[in-house]
């Protein structure tokens, strides 16, 4: 049986109207040991805990200690929903109904980046309902925000079982015809939140695609897709992270920041992708109805090998490039901007809909497939 319960996680100024406002979190946990963490502020993930192999409960989930951790380290997004639009609009602007369409240029003073410089991630959410095994959140987004047409409103329930399964529903309904592509950023090391670069290293993935959407220099995607086989986004059988992170040490993205192509069926969710840790013995599926996942493995964390400074987590815990990885289910990238992606522009008569599922386990042998 899963309970909810509720406390404050301080006070935080609200981006769209100026004012003080309190953010609320909810904490679920089912019985088997396993709780999930959400605040109000960015509808954000702030803790996973569960056991290992030998019964050792940790937080798997990046975040910090307070709300404004999250504000001061906004640019990582960590845990954050995502969007209007997640990942990059390019040049910040597209086409549509013959017209053109500009938002906002939050990356580089060039492209748009998870909707601009206040997306979903950094507003306050409303509570509209707490089940008896987790909670609805509801916001409002005004019409012209960050120049997006329509006024969209998003509800995303987050609910656990107890079969350590975590599901997030997304659901949007918009007054005129506008994009719409959310996603969530959950950080995730399966060894421990603070356990950084080297645990990391030990995971090992396998992700369920044939292609990968193909980017430039400014992760912009060109409109080709790209076969993995013989490169290192072929992670279509169990594949260690530590020796494949290696294989990008002379590109551009020095590790794994891509769209893989699970091209799930629409209202199908379907199991893409499986992360394990087997000295933990930890392991994390992804289950969606998106037809592409980002895997993401936190390049953009500072670079300590680099003497840049750590990002300070929870409990004081060093946070640094390749700590942790996340799995951003989602649509086509930059969908606008190229007609041989699936459409994104949601209708004022239509329902955005995105189904994920992060279901949790521990085995002492995790790599079957």
């Not at 080709?224 to 020796?243: E, H, I, Q, S």
């Not at 930890?282 to 840049?308: C, G, H, K, S």
């Amino acid at each position: 049986m899963v309970c909810v319960v509720e406390d404050e996680f301080g006070t935080v100024q609200d981006p769209l109207t100026g004012k003080a406002l309190k953010v609320r979190r909810f904490t679920m946990t089912n019985c088997h040991q396993l709780s999930v963490a959400v605040i109000t502020r960015g509808a954000t993930v702030t803790s996973i805990k569960f056991p290992d192999k030998r019964g050792q409960i940790d937080d798997v989930c990046l975040g910090f200690d307070d709300v404004q951790g999250y504000v001061s380290n906004r640019k990582s997004y960590m845990g954050a929903i995502l969007g209007r639009v997640a990942n990059r609009i390019s040049n910040g602007k597209f086409e549509m109904a013959c017209s053109e369409v500009c938002v906002s240029k939050n990356l580089s003073n060039k492209h748009q980046l998870h909707g601009g410089f206040v997306g979903l991630d950094s507003v306050v959410w409303e509570v509209c309902k707490v089940r008896s095994n987790g909670l609805d959140l509801t916001h409002c987004n005004p019409s012209g925000h960050e120049g997006y047409p329509g006024e969209l409103t998003v509800i995303v329930s987050f609910t656990l079982d107890d079969c350590n399964s975590f599901r997030i529903c997304i659901e949007a309904e918009s007054t005129d015809c506008t994009p719409v592509n959310i996603s969530n950023n959950i950080h995730f090391n399966l060894a421990g939140h603070a356990a950084g670069k080297e645990s990391l290293y030990e995971h090992s993935v396998l992700i369920k695609a044939d292609k990968v959407v193909d980017t430039d220099n400014d992760q912009i995607p060109t409109g080709m897709l790209m076969p993995v086989k013989n490169t290192p986004y072929d992670v279509r059988k169990f594949t260690n992270l530590g020796k494949t992170i290696k294989k990008f040490r002379n590109c551009p993205i020095t590790g794994f920041d891509k769209n893989f192509c699970v091209d799930v069926r629409p209202g199908n969710p379907e199991t893409i992708a499986k992360i394990v840790h087997p000295y933990s013995g930890r392991w994390l599926e992804v289950i969606t109805n998106q037809p592409t996942v980002v895997f993401y493995t936190a390049n953009n964390l500072p670079n300590m090998d680099a003497t840049e400074y750590p990002v300070i987590g929870k409990d004081g815990a060093i946070y640094e490039k390749h700590g942790a990885f996340s799995f951003q289910t989602q649509q086509y990238p930059d969908a606008m901007n190229h007609k041989t992606f699936p459409d994104v522009i949601l209708k004022p008569c239509d329902k955005y809909y995105h189904e994920v599922i992060f279901k949790f386990g521990a085995c002492k042998n995790c790599l079957k497939k």
